[in-house]
C-alpha cells in the first residue's frame, strides 16, 4: 500500500467487489489501527520469523471494541529479486466503524466466477 502508485485498491470476492480510495484508507490506518498495534510485540515475532512466511494474530481495540487483526510476513522470490512484504489485514467492519467510504459492486450473473 505504501509504494503503491494506485489512486484506487479494489477488493474481489465471489460475488461482489469493493472499491477503496488509498488515501482514504491510509489516513484510517494511520489514524486509527497503527497507534493500536503493539510493535514490541510484533518486532519479537518478525525477529522469531526473519526466514520464514508466517502469519501473526492479534487483537486491537478501536473505539472502544475488539478487532482481530491479522499480520502477514511474507517472503517474495522471482528469478531475479527476493524481498519480504508484512501485511496488516483487518474486517471490513472496522474499517466501516472507522468512517472508510468504499463503492461496492455486486455480480449480477450467477454463472460468473
Avoid: Q
Avoid at 509504494?3 to 477488493?11: G, I
Avoid at 491510509?26 to 519479537?44: A, G, M, Q, R, T
Avoid at 486491537?60 to 501485511?87: C, H, Q, R, S
Amino acid at each position: 500500500m505504501h509504494k503503491s502508485e494506485a489512486n484506487y485498491l479494489a477488493y474481489f470476492f465471489p460475488k461482489r467487489m469493493i472499491w477503496i480510495d488509498k488515501k482514504d484508507l491510509i489516513s484510517i490506518f494511520k489514524k486509527y489501527i497503527e497507534p493500536n498495534i503493539i510493535y514490541s510485540d510484533l518486532h519479537v515475532w518478525l525477529a522469531n520469523n526473519k526466514n520464514k512466511s508466517d502469519k501473526y494474530k492479534t487483537e486491537i481495540e478501536v473505539l472502544e471494541t475488539n478487532y482481530p487483526v491479522l499480520v502477514i510476513n511474507a517472503f517474495n522470490k522471482t528469478a531475479n529479486k527476493d524481498w519480504n512484504t508484512v501485511g496488516v489485514s483487518v474486517p471490513f467492519n472496522l474499517l466501516k466503524t472507522c468512517g472508510l467510504v468504499w463503492r461496492k459492486y455486486e455480480y449480477k450473473d450467477e454463472n460468473r466466477i
